[in-house]
């Protein structure tokens, strides 16, 4: 890339040298042409980024600020600790637990969720009748609020509730437990929650890079002979690679973030207890609940850290050639 | 996915911060001379927690609109929030910013004191003089440093509620004064085969109110006093109270599956197991004869089975056996509230409307004169059990303030579900306190 800009400069300034006058011309034409490009960036952009500024770098500035003071949220913070907040976050078991469920989700989301999207994806992408309504009735618990479909879970998980009468009634009595109480059990529990409402946006996004799959590839594949395990195994699957690595990022970044689903359905002593806690409800239980407003902000930075090397790995090592231009590039 | 959400956690956490800066440099005390009141019209706004529909709700309308139609000058606006969201986010929020609540629900004890500290509240010793004495010793608990920093409206001690029906089965001959006779009562209960007592440990603290009652029997008045203003917990008896905890959940008297059950407002509810006939006791404040209603499925039929008595005495414990656990709600008036504001706390808390409050049904008034409005038989013992304890207790979790309350609460749920101890009860208070 640089190489072929210092190619490319000299010669720009090359053709620079004729006519004396007409260059001058030329030249302020030129100045007055980037200082409109100039103006319009500025004009266009100033609003979205004093935006931007007030409401996501300010208050994370004033987060990582607050995060280094002994502050219970009742006047101004005074006492000043320094990372006092962060070393005791990781020696907190409860915040520990909170680590490991969070890493939980992060790689039950990509191990359960990814090969059932990408099954139902490629069933789904065969021509038959009502395929349709079954692409709807896939994205459907997707669409439903992450507060709703957390009450309704929460009302069929209950003690002898709908799920428990259904075990029964198909003679699985034994496996009948406390879904949303037992401390071993309940991270599981709301797993299956988050891949039963989440599974849908994955099939979605995987149905709309199977629509980029050219027909050609695929039929000049079964004229050849191949079976239709093996297209899709060679010319399918490696084709969607762009638009599975970007469900990828997504679903580990929303799993890193967790919330609402775990609030409105695991019960507040079970969260408290670590069996259910995430970082983000961790952060919201002690920074509000315990008052703990200092504590609080120090657990919110070290959930925004951990999110953002995700995120940067992620980009880094994964998306590299995906996003090539689009984000890391440079604008020509 | 779950990022707009998170951001919205975060953003409160953070915005409610930016608004400190905005709030420090608002002006100072402008509290109107006593012959400037009801010159100007002024707008007080009011928030409480009664937001649930209800005698309760339509009942605090209707007090507002009464003291506006006497004042005309002053006209009423109020915001009925749930409590938890009230009492952690947005009152906390609403101080640190220039724009509080002029009059908002106060709790006293920890809580209290850490906003008195902070200068937000107004101080009426001087103004609420008559009001104090016609209240009693329940104003205590709204003073700092023996100062009023606001009023009580309701106050009572928590009891045992229980199905009388029920006993009578089991051949209860009398509600039990010692945990003896409690646990020869669950061992009669569970013969007929009911639940004997309900607990909603799934919100937490009515679990930790067991751990409570056992501290307040297992303490002297004088160690929970230093405990309440010192917040030092290094008396035994607080490691006792755990121990007794651990072995009263041993002999299995609350419900299967406890951890996961409501504590209220609920039909899975504690209380909605005990209104509808699934539990026998369950260990509950004075507010709990509204909350039982609402839960409810036939309320007359509720009305004829309820009774109250006060938690068991433990033979042989330094504790005073009349020393009950309590609490009430209150309201306060921020600094810088017209003065109107302290007239408006008078009236709620005067004879006539506390008369009415008790009528709702929906708790124990405090002023004297208003207890001809208790008509339910249960709310009466409950009423006098409190003139006759010789002690009560605000909350624990109230009285040493959010931080130690929260870590106290987690711990006691710990022993329950059966993987805490009653030592790491009090070295999480201590950690807590440290924070």
């Given amino acids: 890339m640089t190489s072929a800009n210092q190619i490319r400069m000299p010669a720009g300034g090359a053709s620079a040298s004729p006519a004396g006058s007409q260059t001058a011309e030329r030249a302020s034409a030129r100045r007055a042409e980037t200082r409109r490009k100039w103006y319009e960036i500025v004009g266009l952009t100033t609003p979205a980024v004093a935006i931007y500024v007030m409401f996501v770098l300010v208050p994370m500035g004033f987060a990582v600020y607050y995060s280094l003071f002994r502050w219970r949220g009742v006047g101004p913070p005074t006492e000043f600790v320094g990372l006092r907040n962060y070393t005791l976050a990781f020696q907190d078991p409860i915040f520990l637990d909170a680590l490991r469920n969070n890493a939980i989700i992060v790689f039950g989301s990509l191990l359960i969720q990814g090969p059932i999207a990408l099954g139902i994806a490629l069933l789904l992408n065969r021509r038959f009748r009502g395929r349709a309504v079954f692409r709807l009735l896939v994205f459907v618990p997707y669409v439903l609020a992450e507060v709703t479909v957390g009450i309704m879970w929460k009302l069929l998980l209950t003690g002898d509730g709908t799920v428990d009468a259904l075990l029964r009634s198909l003679g699985l009595g034994g496996l009948v437990q406390p879904w949303l109480a037992d401390l071993d059990v309940v991270i599981w529990t709301l797993l299956a929650v988050l891949t039963w409402k989440y599974v849908g946006f994955a099939i979605i996004l995987l149905l709309a890079g199977l629509s980029n799959v050219p027909d050609e590839l695929t039929e000049a594949a079964a004229i050849d002979g191949a079976s239709w395990w093996q297209i899709q195994r060679h010319i399918t699957i490696p084709l969607l690679g762009p638009t599975i690595r970007i469900w990828m990022f997504l679903s580990v970044i929303g799993s890193l973030q967790v919330f609402d689903m775990i609030w409105v359905t695991s019960v507040p002593a079970v969260r408290s207890l670590g069996a259910s806690a995430t970082m983000a409800t961790y952060m919201v239980d002690n920074g509000f609940f315990a008052r703990l407003w200092g504590y609080g902000n120090a657990v919110a930075v070290i959930l925004f850290v951990i999110s953002f090397v995700a995120a940067l790995l992620f980009q880094r090592f994964l998306l590299r050639r995906d996003i090539e231009g689009a984000i890391t590039g440079r604008a020509k | ?435």
């Fill in chain 2, 1 to 435: 996915m779950a990022t707009k959400r998170r951001a919205c956690a975060v953003l409160a956490l953070l915005m409610t911060s930016v608004l400190v800066v905005a709030g420090c440099n608002s002006g100072g005390d402008e509290a109107s001379p006593q012959s400037e009141l009801y010159k100007n019209p002024v707008t007080l706004t009011w928030w409480h927690n009664g937001s649930q529909d209800g005698p309760g709700k339509t009942y605090w309308e209707k007090v507002a609109k009464d003291f506006s139609a006497l004042h005309p000058t002053v006209k009423i606006e109020i915001e009925a929030i749930e409590t938890n969201q009230l009492q952690r986010t947005r009152l906390p929020a609403a101080l640190l910013s220039n724009d509080p609540p002029d009059i908002f629900q106060a709790w006293g004890g920890g809580e209290m004191r850490e906003q008195v500290e902070a200068d937000y509240l107004k101080e009426i010793t001087g103004q609420v003089k008559t009001e104090v004495a016609n209240i009693g010793s329940a104003a205590e608990i709204w003073q700092v440093n023996g100062k009023q920093y606001g009023l009580p409206f309701r106050m009572g001690i928590e009891g045992i509620w229980y199905n009388k029906e029920m006993f009578a089965r089991a051949g209860i001959a009398a509600p039990p004064a010692t945990f003896e006779e409690l646990n020869a009562a669950v061992t009669k209960l569970k013969a007929i085969n009911v639940v004997p007592i309900a607990v909603g440990a799934g919100d937490k603290w009515p679990a930790a109110h067991w751990w409570y009652n056992l501290a307040l029997r297992a303490c002297s008045v004088d160690t929970l006093k230093k405990a309440s203003t010192d917040r030092v917990f290094d008396d035994p008896c607080f490691v006792k109270a755990g121990q007794d905890l651990k072995a009263f959940i041993d002999t299995k008297p609350f419900q299967p599956n406890f951890i996961a059950t409501p504590g209220q407002n609920d039909p899975t509810s504690a209380n909605g197991m005990l209104a509808n006939g699934k539990a026998a006791m369950e260990l509950m404040g004075d507010w709990n004869r509204g909350t039982l209603d609402t839960v409810a499925t036939d309320t007359a039929k509720l009305a004829t089975f309820l009774g109250w008595f006060p938690v068991p005495a433990i033979s042989g414990s330094p504790g005073d056996p009349k020393a009950a656990l309590g609490g009430g709600d209150g309201f306060s008036c921020s600094k810088n509230a017209p003065a109107e504001c302290v007239e408006f706390l008078k009236y709620i808390v005067s004879p006539e409307v506390q008369k009415g409050y008790a009528e709702t049904g929906t708790g124990l008034p405090v002023a004297k004169g208003a207890d001809a409005g208790v008509k339910d038989p249960a709310l009466k013992s409950i009423l006098e059990a409190t003139s006759g304890a010789s002690y009560v207790q605000l909350w624990l979790d109230t009285a040493y303030g959010s931080t130690v309350g929260n870590a106290m609460n987690d711990a006691i749920v710990a022993i329950f579900a059966g993987n805490g101890t009653p030592e790491k009860v009090v070295s999480a208070m201590k950690a807590a306190a440290s924070k």
